[in-house]
């Protein structure tokens, strides 16, 4: 660690000094903030982050080490870290390295000793903005005008950055179902919840078209988590509109939520500041019960058209804070979504039951 000065400013010229770790360097990206409590590696790791500069709620950083088991991808997919307190020396005997050497291996700029929760008030108070975080130039008005060149989250294709770029295989060959998963930016404990259930699946570059995967003959689909505007993704959700047609089982998570819709005439919106963390409640209209639910997305799906196109999609879940959508399921078919995170990793398993339920309809 540099323990040196770092600087992160704002788009609205908001800016605040603090100690710098990680690399020395200057990135930057779309603030937004976390309020989960632990699993700080698997955060870092899911793609859905890429773009995004994190503010880590939670007031440790680094305290029990990192593990290569428990990446959610197979790098750190933030462009920073904004965090209260970061330290290298950690408790748990079973990490297999600090978080300055996973931070250094991975190319990661961090901002620490800083007010993470006056920035996090100020994120929710003037909304999901771009910021600029440097332990290299210290100039605010260098920094600004750096600022000014980054593009905004609204309109910005990122599936493509973070997918695949290749097919691969996971699961047994003589499994009893076989799954294809349109990769956006999956996170592995997705694909582990469908393996464990006895799925083989082909994991599938964001980019390929639909044709490409009906070449083999699958039990369903399944459309991944991932960064980035939806409305951006024509190539994906023409992809979708032709899966679908197969009248096969399909299940969307996050992103994959927002495409189904989208797929279906369901427009997108971009949030004011979003849901990230381990601690969001969602009450299921089919059963009539709530979850913790584990989440991550400055998008949503626009509730004012589905309930005017109640024909054709069903609302099956609603976040209990600010009623948006968190669920469908498009009538006459197999397909489904749901906009947070059932495989959770980290979070609460509340919602494990969705992967059963995927499953169960492909039989």
């Known amino acids: 660690m540099t323990n040196g000065k770092a600087i992160l400013l ?3 010229g908001t800016y605040f000094e603090g100690k710098a770790a990680g690399i020395t360097g200057t990135t930057s990206g779309e603030i937004c903030f976390n309020t989960g409590m632990t699993g700080y590696q698997e955060i870092f790791t899911d793609p859905s982050y890429y773009g995004q ?4 709620t939670n007031a440790h950083i680094g305290n029990y080490g990192t593990k290569d088991a428990e990446e959610e991808s197979d790098a750190v997919q933030i462009s920073g870290l904004i965090c209260k307190n970061f330290t290298d020396k950690y408790s748990r005997p079973q990490a297999d390295q600090g978080i300055q050497k996973y931070f250094d291996d991975n190319k990661i700029v961090c901002i620490y000793d800083v007010d993470t929760r006056a920035i996090v008030r100020h994120i929710r108070s003037k909304g999901a903005m771009n910021c600029i975080i440097s332990s ?6 260098i920094l600004k005008q750096q600022l000014a060149k980054v593009p905004n989250m609204e309109g910005l294709e990122l599936a493509s950055k973070v997918t695949t770029t290749k097919r691969y295989t996971l699961g047994e060959e003589d499994s009893k179902y076989s799954v294809a998963v349109m990769d956006f930016g999956t996170k592995k404990n997705i694909l582990r919840s469908l393996v464990s259930r006895g799925c083989k699946v082909d994991v599938y570059p964001a980019e390929t078209k639909a044709e490409d995967i009906l070449s083999t003959n699958y039990d369903g689909f399944f459309l991944s988590n991932g960064p980035g505007d939806p409305s951006s993704m024509g190539y994906a959700i023409e992809a979708v509109k032709v899966l679908m047609n197969e009248g096969k089982p399909m299940f969307g998570i996050c992103l994959g939520h927002q495409l ?3 797929a279906n005439d369901i427009p997108t919106y971009k949030m004011h500041h979003g849901h990230r963390g381990i601690n969001h409640p969602v009450k299921n209209l089919i059963s009539g019960k709530g979850e913790i639910t584990s989440q991550n997305h400055g998008f949503s799906v626009d509730a004012e058209v589905i309930e005017k196109a109640s024909d054709r999609v069903e609302i099956t879940h609603r ?3 600010d009623d948006t959508i968190e669920g469908i399921r498009i009538k006459g078919t197999k397909a489904f979504s749901v906009q ?3 495989e959770a990793a980290p979070g609460p398993h509340d919602s494990r039951y969705l992967f059963d339920e995927f499953v169960a309809s492909l039989s």
Do not use: G
């Not at 500069?53 to 880590?56: D, H």
């Open 319 to 321: 976040n209990l804070n």
């Open 10 to 12: 704002l788009d609205d």
């Open 260 to 262: 189904l819709a989208l």
């Open 340 to 342: 947070y995170h059932p």
């Open 136 to 141: 290299e130039i210290l100039d605010v008005d």
């Open 53 to 56: 500069v994190l503010v880590a």
